[in-house]
């Protein structure tokens, strides 16, 4: 997720447009034993955090913190590359079914969100509450959102084709970087290719492929289930001048810096691979990026063996976080065919066992906060340092790590545990607002994170189309591979 921004006026109180996977700063499921179980509990710290009511919150946070350094021990026990084979066969939601009447509840509440920032005479939604600049990450939250709420009947039939026939119109037609791909921020009233937080000047900063690629997912999607659509899907892919945008079987992204551009490998395991994928079915070769053993090394965290990339700060240049989203996105949306489901359930595992050993309910991914520094990078592990929350300047802010909304109820649809129970409970009871749901709630603070964004609330909707359709929204849309039309590239 993108953060290289300045705050927006001061009379705004939510910094603006921070949703996109950014090129700058992101430089660069098997059917087997371990994909048949979602995870284990397994063996967690021999120490757990007393609860007992003498203890003072800031002693309960220290106690915490100490708890999560102590936690990381390398390496972890590694995932073997045939227990990390992809599964051929569609991971199915084991909760599958129609939505309970909570359920239902919980998806009209994150529409709200939509109603209240979708640009009619664009087709764009904001990717911040009331400030009108958006990402193509965070429009094609919008576009997992409006298919969403028409599956779900929340939206009428018409309503969907009137604002998915407008946002494909301007998708087709909009100004480019370059003339090549999609700027990075846009200001979503008059699509002028803008800044972050900056809405009146124009300004070309670059594109990202991270975000391309998850709106090419969305795209697919589109086109294959809903016909209609297909031509209008087409335009967009040929709006796009794609040439750049792989190489050597990666991904590039570039970056407008004093007038000179940085044209930069990006993406780090997770959403490299979940990217890749969108860009693999539109044609593209994206071999090196989809290879997700080739940079893979292991961490014990809580005693679990979780993945992450080699490829850090330090060596080059890339923060290698781990978080949640990339592989809840992969999961709802492909059935874990961009990342092994052995992967996900390590994720998950680690912050069950954080749980477990902490009574801290942990559900860590990146987002956006309410109050300075506005965007931060909650991760399981990033740079060599367990339990982190920084900025991607590498900037630690340990103090606003938050429970996030969107990978709570994420998490609960794909494995549907006592665990992911518990954080999808807490989401209900604690994160609702008139306006949609909150990002997520601070574990030191004890209170909400009042951020409202595209992305938690598209990300919500998408998880509970996922759980009544009981497929991943490829296989239920019938998107297949790339045809003979799509654009190649070197």
Known sequence: ????????????????????????????????YWSKQPYSTGTVLKTELSTSHSDTPGNAVQAIATLDAQSLVLPGTPITPSQAIISKTPYIAPGVGTLTPEE??????????????????????????????????????????????KELNIVSASEFEAKMGKMLQTLASMPLYKRELPNKVYNSQTLVPVNYGQLEKKEEIGWSAIDLGRMAIWLKIVGAKYPQFQSKIEAVWQHWQVQRLTKNGQMYGTAAINGKEQYNQEGRLGYENYAAYGLKIWGLNVKQALNYQSH???????????????????????????????YILDGIETGFQ???????????????????TTKQLTAVTEDNLDRPPYFVYSSLLVNGEAWATITDTQKKYNNLRFLSAKAAIGWHVLYNTAYTRQLF??????????????????????????????????????????????????????????????????
């Open 296 to 326: 893979v090394a292991f961490a014990n965290l809580y005693g679990k063996g979780v993945p992450y990339d080699q490829r850090n700060y330090e060596n080059s240049g890339a923060n290698n976080y781990v978080l949640s989203e990339p």
């Open 1 to 32: 997720m993108t953060s290289d921004f300045n705050p927006p006026p001061k009379s705004l109180s939510i910094l603006a447009s921070v949703g996109g996977v950014v090129t700058a700063i992101i430089a660069i499921a098997g059917l087997n």
């Open 104 to 149: 239902t509840a919980i998806a009209h509440q994150a529409w709200l969100y939509f109603r209240r920032n979708w640009n009619d005479n664009t087709g764009l939604v904001n990717s911040v509450d009331g400030f009108t600049s958006v990402t193509m990450w965070d429009q094609a939250a919008a576009i997992a959102a409006l298919v969403s709420a």
């Open 425 to 490: 409970n807490f989401v209900q009871t604690n994160l609702k607002s008139d306006k949609g749901w909150y990002n997520g709630f601070y574990e030191s603070l004890k209170q909400p994170n009042q951020a409202l964004t595209a992305n938690n609330n598209g990300v919500i909707l998408e998880s509970l189309l996922y759980k009544q359709v009981g497929q991943p929204l490829t296989v239920w849309a019938g998107v297949k591979s790339a045809n003979s039309s799509a654009k190649k590239s070197p």
């Open 338 to 356: 961009a990342l092994p489901k052995a992967y996900a359930d390590r994720i998950l595992a680690a912050q069950e066992a954080r749980y477990l």
